[in-house]
Nanobody
Framework: QVQLVESGGGLVQAGGSLRLSCAAS????????MGWFRQAPGKEREFVAV????????LYGDSVKGRFTISRDNAKNTVYLQMNSLKPEDTAVYHC?????????????????WGQGTQVTVSS
């Protein structure tokens, strides 16, 4: 059983930065891609970023390209999301997830393991 625990969320002004972390435990996950998704109030959960197990492949949602960076440290079983130039529309609960497939995916249904999420609030 996989346990994922996110941290690093908070309140930040527009234009600011935050770094989210997601610590995984319970099984070997370093061979699988890990992703970040977010869900704003009243909206569907959306893809933010994913990273392959080697870190050699990263994919980003259109709304965060050029502002967010995903990375991982397999020795620490941790994936990170560096968020820069934050906007009020980035306000959401951010969840990390582990994919069931070896290829990076932007599809929510490809991720069976999820963390509880961390709140990010960006004020204008």
């Amino acid at each position: 059983q996989v346990q994922l625990v996110e941290s690093g969320g908070g309140l930040v002004q527009a234009g600011g930065s935050l770094r989210l972390s997601c610590a995984a435990s319970g099984r070997t996950f370093e061979t699988y891609p890990m992703g970040w998704f977010r869900q704003a109030p009243g909206k569907e959960r959306e893809f933010v970023a994913v990273i392959s197990w080697t870190g050699g492949t990263t994919l980003y949602g259109d709304s965060v390209k050029g502002r967010f960076t995903i990375s991982r440290d397999n020795a620490k079983n941790t994936v990170y999301l560096q968020m820069n130039s934050l906007k009020p529309e980035d306000t959401a609960v951010y969840h990390c997830a582990v994919s069931r497939f070896l290829r990076p995916s932007t599809t929510i249904n490809d991720y069976p393991y999820w963390g509880q999420g961390t709140q990010v609030t960006v004020s204008s």
